[in-house]
Every structure is written in C-alpha cells, then in structure tokens.
C-alpha cells in the first residue's frame, strides 16, 4: 500500500486487468500514488481491484481519469466498477486457441510415440529425429514469442 501524507477523503475501487504478478502489483500501486489527489493505493492480484483513497472532497472525473491514466501508462487496463464490464483483452481468446492450436501438435510428436507401439520407428521413417526436434523448436518458439509474448514483455519492464 502506497499512502501520501494528507488528509483521506472517498475511496473508490478500480478494475484493473492485465496483472501477472506481485511486481504488477506494486507497479500499479506506484503509478495511482503518482496520480494527483491520491491518498493511498491498495491493489489486490487476485480479485484485480484497486482500491484508491482521494483527498476530500474526494475524486472528480478529472483526477478520475487521472488514475484510470496511469495505469495505462504502466501497461494496464483499468475501469470502474460501475462500469459495464467489456472484453478487456479481446486477443486473449484468440491467443489461448493460437497457443493450443501449436501445444497440441508439440504433445502429439513428443508423446506419441510412446503410446502406440511402433510410434518411434513410423515417426522416424517419415523425418530424421534431427528434423522432428527443429519441427518442435519452431512449435514451441511461436508459442513463446506469440501467445506468451505478454509475460515476457511485463518480466522485461520489470527487470528494467
């Protein structure tokens, strides 16, 4: 919890999506204390909510947005409550079947042949293992740096 030292007015809970650890969290928490007529910042991972304490009188739209700014700037998506709940990430859904659609083939090659008798020596009649291991390297780096290029991304921003 991030406070300033003034005196505490309204409290009002965000949504924010798009957090993967506890570094997002205290991110997040940084960027709203940062925002103007801020008292505190709480923000919980699991239920994804940020619950700020405004000066009193306590927030107007503008230090409102304010907030909802900045933490977008740190690479989040935030909403209030009230709200009418949108798709927040409309690529995740599709990330998740990209990231199947490749998991799959990866779990077939690597793993069938130890189910069905004969697998080894069909799989190695139709590629050399050399070929084989290059098909998953590829599978599985189009997995990384698609669908996973988010987590990297936030770890990167982390680090820094």
Not at 4 to 22: Q, R, W
Not at 92 to 113: E, T, Y
């Amino acid at each position: 919890m991030v406070r300033n030292p003034t005196s505490p007015g309204k409290k009002i809970e965000f949504h924010v999506s798009g957090m993967t650890c506890a570094a997002c969290v205290r991110r997040v928490e940084r960027a709203i204390a940062k925002a103007e007529g801020v008292v505190s910042a709480q923000v919980n991972l699991a239920t994804e909510k940020a619950s700020v304490e405004f000066i009193a009188p306590g927030p107007g739209p503008a230090r409102l947005e304010a907030v909802r700014k900045a933490i977008s700037d740190a690479g989040y998506v935030a909403s209030l409550p009230a709200e009418p709940q949108t798709e927040q990430n409309p690529h995740l859904l599709r990330d998740l079947w990209f990231a199947l659609g490749l998991a799959f083939p990866i779990f077939i090659v690597s793993m069938g042949p130890m189910l069905i008798p004969g697998g080894m020596e069909w799989m190695m009649a139709w590629m050399s293992m050399h070929r084989w291991n290059v098909l998953l390297w590829f599978l599985a780096t189009l997995v990384q740096f698609g669908p996973g290029w988010r987590f990297y991304r936030h770890a990167w921003s982390s680090l820094r």
